[in-house]
Nanobody
């Protein structure tokens, strides 16, 4: 059993910043020389499909959705088993429920924003950006 909990959402004005956190606990597959940890942020706005935001693997490589445009940064604290998403220059269109997801990949694989690769998900944290 893996438990994933997000926090840090809230309401901000356009141009503001938020930092989301995600803690994964329980029977998390450990990273070794054959398997890497794979974690990501996804989001879903009302009436829209869920979309990937950013992903990271054990060696720190990251991938971002095109709409991020350098405004967000994904990072992790391995010691605390915590994933972060620093979001700057927020826009009203960033308003959505943000979800943390975790899984694993073969070693040396690049991070991907594909939902099927992530078996464990949190309940989400709401981000609202007003104009």
């Amino acid at each position: 059993q893996v438990h994933v909990v997000e926090s840090g959402g809230g309401s901000v004005q356009a141009g503001g910043s938020l930092r989301l956190s995600c803690v994964a606990s329980g029977n998390i597959p450990s990273a070794d020389h054959m398997t890497w940890r794979h974690m990501a942020w996804f989001r879903q706005a009302p009436g829209k499909e869920r979309e990937g935001v950013a992903a990271i693997v054990s060696d720190g490589r990251t991938t971002y959705a095109d709409f991020v445009q350098g405004r967000f940064k994904i990072s992790e604290d391995n010691a605390e088993n915590t994933l972060y998403l620093q979001m700057n220059s927020l826009k009203p269109e960033d308003t959505a429920m943000y979800y943390c997801a975790t899984g694993s990949l073969p070693a040396n694989a690049r991070p991907l924003l594909d939902e099927v690769l992530f078996p464990y998900w949190g309940q989400g944290t709401q981000v609202t950006v007003s104009s």
